[in-house]
């Protein structure tokens, strides 16, 4: 059940991820990309991570997916004009890019698929609570208390950064 | 949370109180910009004391960090490079009428981020501290938000920066896949007992580990961004992006290979050999073409970089003493260097070409000097820090047997002398445009001074440094 | 415990076909005369006028933006509600702290003003406007 949920998903997201980077179109790749949020969303869910399910949700698919679509009409991409409705991955500017591609993901695939094997076998062991709500607010405020803070930080320096850079007069 | 986790981390502590005061300070009725530079030398100065007043040992927030040795030569060295970056800016800032609170508290944060990256016990901590150096990096770079170059060497490594940080956090996934952890203790162990999923696994974690180290300490392949972001950046900017992504880097990289992989990883392949080779050689060739001085110094940045990585692949106690060493002498001549351009550079970015350095000698034979001893440093001549930084690799490379790399090493310090000897010929046997002296202000003095104590004094009396650099890489042992 | 979740799929799954049907019971009895009039967008009986692929302004992404960084914030409020009972004291202060420098980020932020909408002013008859100040006779249809 949960196997056959994954590839599902996994289908989903790589079906998604795929018509991201390959059509011409950015508004409907950003449409897309929701759609490979709430897949992934859903894997997660399926790893019981439950609170990252939601955040992917709520910040990625929500949050983020909105601030895409502005630099997409904030660059005022003209989806018909500029674009020829091949995949740009199939132009030749872009061989040298898609060879470096291959070549990594030949390498990673060779790295990986040894274990890869072991990897897809479904686990025997019953998986343990860690992704509730509870039990990340548990870890977050005790071990990785240090991180979480650190992160508050970064987000204030984005926050500063951000309005710096973007705003005209200052 | 206990004390003991707070007095740890007292020198970050100071400095992000100080940065985020300073960003009030600037939103203020009437902000007293000029008294900013105080405050944030303050921060600095108070961090610098703690570091030594309370002194801890161990690790502390449940693992996430630890302090010895290692970091505070680190925290020093970072403190000090900050200090010495924060100086420089004052006439820059002042005479382009961009000086304001945000600059100061950013580079503070940025420093926050470089310690918090040699304090790194867990490889979270790496990833948050690199991004905190990063991301104020990349505004900083970007802060004359006016100069259309300096927009666009923000934009690059923006976009090629966060490239490598995906690399990078990649890396940390697979390696937490692998091994069920991200803390270095526990990483070393399960390799250790042979409980991770995958040795292929971990492996392919660790090279895009290295991928993410190698875009912040660029090396060759992934140095593209350097000579245009350091081009671009306000020249004090350039300083501080030349030297602590650079100085941090090496630091965490050191580190994670030393205690979380135990120096077994980094032969893999000899990718990181080959990776040296070509950084210096393509470094110190392309850097024989530049005529202007902040691409020049980019592509020797580049250059020394790949001196720096013999280091950590030999992986002995030795050249974990040489990197220290090394870095130290780099950070702080590079930073003279920046510091003295930037006193040359004219209106609008004019004068950083190899012309405005002729007659420097007549004009102020002080600056002149010191400009040559860094110079001179930065080359490899004896008796100065730079040579024994070189030295000190070098031999450690051939005690373990690496004698090629270090013959490939060799002949290329013997290239860079030659792009680091144009600007010492142009200062002292050409004939100067004009014969008015360069206003030094007061605020560069300290900086130079430093860089004549360590580029001249350590390589005549290295002894304090070595002892300091043995100690310091000893507790990574 | 997957039980706990099965309302989430049942509900998209209901959706999903709730809406197909009304499409295609629609698509079975409506009457279709398809013409470029009716294919048009809809603008409150208006003439459709332009592209709807406009520039937006920055400001819109400064406020996305911003929103972002406080969104992760409210997000990471919820953990910490539910294991504040159990943590106490130390978890408020930890939270306090957390707050405590974003706050210092939005102060900075908006006492500098730029959380304050940058109206446009475009003056009467002028840039989109540029056909009010025409005689509207001659405004061609």
């Not at chain 2, 300290?446 to 005549?460: D, Q, S």
């Not at chain 3, 408020?92 to 707050?99: P, Y």
Request: charge should be negative.
């Amino acid at each position: 059940m949960t196997a056959s949920l994954f590839y599902l998903f996994a289908v989903g997201l790589l079906g998604a991820s795929l018509f991201v980077v390959l059509n011409p179109n950015p508004m409907y790749s950003v449409v897309a990309l929701v759609f490979g949020f709430a897949n992934l969303a859903a894997i997660y869910f399926l790893l019981e991570a439950y609170f990252i399910g939601a955040l992917q949700v709520l910040v990625y698919a929500g949050a983020i997916m909105v601030l895409f679509l502005f630099v997409v009409m904030l660059l005022n991409v003209q989806s018909d004009a500029d674009h020829p409705s091949l995949p740009r991955v199939f132009r030749i500017g872009s061989w040298w890019f898609g060879a470096l591609a291959l070549v990594f993901i030949g390498l990673f695939l060779l790295l990986v698929g040894r274990s890869a094997l072991a990897l897809l076998a479904p686990s025997e062991v019953p998986p343990t609570q860690i992704g509730s709500v509870s039990q990340v607010g548990e870890a977050l405020f005790t071990r990785y208390l240090l991180p979480f803070e650190l992160a508050s930080l970064l987000l204030t320096v984005a926050l500063i950064g951000t309005v710096f850079l973007a705003k005209k007069k200052i | 949370m206990n004390a003991a986790d707070i007095l740890s981390t007292l020198p970050e502590l100071v400095l992000t109180v100080t940065a985020l005061g300073l960003l009030l300070l600037e939103v203020m009725g009437k902000p007293p910009r000029a008294r900013f530079v105080w405050v944030a030398l303050g921060g600095v100065g108070l961090a610098l004391g703690l570091e030594f007043a309370v002194p801890s040992e161990g690790q502390f927030y449940a693992g996430m960090i630890s302090v010895d040795l290692f970091t505070r030569f680190f925290n020093v060295l970072f403190l000090t490079t900050a200090a010495g970056s924060l100086l420089i800016s004052v006439p820059y800032l002042r005479r382009t009428l961009e000086e304001r609170g945000e600059y100061y508290a950013l580079t503070l944060f940025a420093t926050v981020g470089m310690m918090f990256m040699a304090k790194a016990h867990d490889l979270t901590i790496t990833f948050l501290g690199l991004e905190l150096l990063s991301v104020s990096l990349y505004i900083l770079v970007a802060f004359y938000r006016n100069r259309v170059r300096s927009n666009e060497a923000g934009l690059k490594y923006l976009l090629l920066g966060a490239f490598s940080t995906g690399f990078f956090l990649f890396g940390i996934a697979l390696i937490y896949g692998s091994t069920g952890t991200t803390h270095y203790d526990g990483i070393r162990l399960a390799i250790g007992s042979g409980e991770q999923l995958s040795m292929a696994l971990t492996v392919t974690g660790f090279g895009l580990l290295i991928i993410g180290f190698a875009f912040k300490v660029a090396l060759v392949p992934f140095h593209m961004y350097a000579p245009d972001v350091y081009e671009g950046a306000p020249t004090p900017i350039t300083a501080f992006v030349s030297t602590g992504p650079k100085v941090a880097g090496f630091a965490a990289f050191l580190k994670v290979i030393a205690t979380a992989f135990a120096f077994t990883t980094q032969h893999w392949w000899g990718i990181l050999w080959i990776l040296a080779a070509i950084t210096m050689t393509v470094g110190n060739i392309t850097a024989l073409r530049q005529d202007n001085l902040k691409r020049m110094l980019a592509f020797s940045g580049v250059a020394h970089a790949g001196y720096l990585a013999i280091a950590i692949m030999v992986g002995s106690a030795d050249s974990a003493f040489a990197l220290l060493f090394y870095l130290a002498a780099y950070a702080i001549t590079t930073l003279g260097a920046f510091g003295i351009v930037s006193l040359i550079e004219g209106e609008d970015e004019s004068g950083l070409d190899m012309d405005s350095y002729r007659g420097l000698a007549r004009r102020s034979p002080y600056l002149a000097g010191v400009f040559a001893l860094i110079m001179l440093s930065l080359a490899g001549f004896p008796p100065t820090a730079g040579f024994l930084g070189k030295f000190f690799i070098f031999s450690a490379a051939i005690d373990e047997g690496y004698t090629w790399l270090v013959i490939i090493a060799v002949v290329n310090s013997l290239i860079s002398v030659y792009y680091y000897l144009r600007p010492v010929v142009a200062m002292y046997m050409q004939e100067p445009a004009d014969e008015s002296a360069v206003a030094v202000p007061a605020f560069i003095v300290p900086v130079l001074l430093l860089v004549v104590l360590v580029a001249l004094g350590l390589g005549l009396f290295p002894m304090s440094l070595v002892k300091n650099s043995i100690a310091a890489a000893g507790s990574l042992f | 415990m997957y039980n706990d979740f099965a309302p989430i799929p049942i509900f998209i799954i209901l959706s999903v076909v709730f809406i197909a049907f009304a499409l295609f019971l629609q698509h079975l009895i409506a009457p279709a005369k398809r013409s470029a009039l009716k294919d048009s967008p809809y603008e409150c009986g208006e003439e459709v006028e332009g592209s709807a692929w406009v520039q937006f302004n920055i400001r819109f992404y400064v406020i996305a933006l911003i929103f972002i960084v406080f969104e992760v914030e409210v997000v990471l409020l919820f953990p910490w509600a539910v294991v504040f009972k159990e943590l106490g004291l130390i978890a408020f202060v930890e939270m306090v702290v957390f707050l405590g420098i974003l706050t210092v980020g939005l102060v900075a932020v908006w006492r500098r003003g730029d959380l304050d909408w940058v109206k446009m002013v475009v003056p009467y008859g002028q840039g989109r406007y540029a056909k009010l100040a025409q005689p509207q006779d001659d405004v061609d249809h």
